[in-house]
């Protein structure tokens, strides 16, 4: 157990709609850092936050947002979905704010649009 | 950006047996990680090593930055080593995956 939890583990959806994935981070990381792995695209770097703030951006769509709450805890939006969006999404969240550190991963939710 | 290919895809092994994963990278990066996801899906974070050799136990990671490569070694293969690894490459603040190498260690 890597101390860091996620929630849902499986979400089922239909096409157009949104969808809201969360993350807590291990006690005592700041960084938390989102991930998506599907067949097609393989694991994919989308964004990373560090106490509250955006620190780096990968290969996130504009249909989706993510944001780190005062209790370090974050949250992605996916909005508008498509069936390509259907993928497993880790989180993983670390001490330090580069994305260097070693990191921590959740166990995943595995997203399915219908 | 950067480009990032692992080799080999598959890697079929008895038990006991050493094997090398390698990792090329495009351009100049600021670190390269390696990662392994078991076949349950777990992802572990096995090393940060921009450059060097690290060991951790039967597992060790040599970087070459001048020449764009990093090899991961695994030593006497267990059963539980089976996964996918793969590699990372940071740069420019991106983070960029290779595809992959499945490891599969056969008792």
């Known amino acids: 157990d890597s101390g860091v939890t996620q929630t849902p583990k499986h979400l089922i959806t239909a096409t157009g709609q949104r969808v809201t994935l969360r993350c807590s981070p291990r006690s005592g990381d700041l960084s938390v850092y989102w991930y998506q792995q599907s067949l097609d695209q393989g694991l994919q770097f989308l964004i990373q936050?560090?106490?509250?703030?955006?620190?780096a951006k990968g290969n996130i769509l504009e249909r989706f947002s993510a944001q780190q709450f005062p209790d370090l805890h974050s949250e992605l939006n996916l909005s508008s979905l498509e069936l390509g969006d259907s993928a497993l999404y880790f989180c993983?969240?670390?001490?330090?704010?580069?994305?260097?550190?070693?990191?921590?991963f959740g166990p995943g939710t595995r997203l399915t649009v219908t | 950006g950067i480009q990032v290919e692992q080799s080999p895809p598959d890697l079929i092994l008895q038990e006991g047996a050493n094997s090398t994963l390698r990792c090329n990278f495009s351009?100049?990066?600021?670190?390269l990680q390696w990662f392994h996801q078991n076949p349950w899906g777990q992802l572990i974070n096995l090393f940060y090593?921009?450059?060097g050799t690290k060991q951790n136990g039967r597992l060790s990671a040599t970087t070459v930055a001048t020449e764009r490569y990093s090899l991961l070694y695994i030593s006497s293969s267990q059963t539980t080593d089976s996964g996918v690894y793969f590699c990372a490459a940071e740069g420019a603040q991106k983070l960029v995956f290779g595809q992959g190498t499945r490891l599969t260690i056969n008792p």
């Open positions: 993983a969240s670390s001490v330090g704010g580069g994305l260097g550190n070693e990191q921590y």
């Open positions: 936050y560090y106490n509250g703030e955006e620190r």
């Open positions: 090593i921009p450059s």
């Open positions: 351009d100049s990066v600021n670190n």
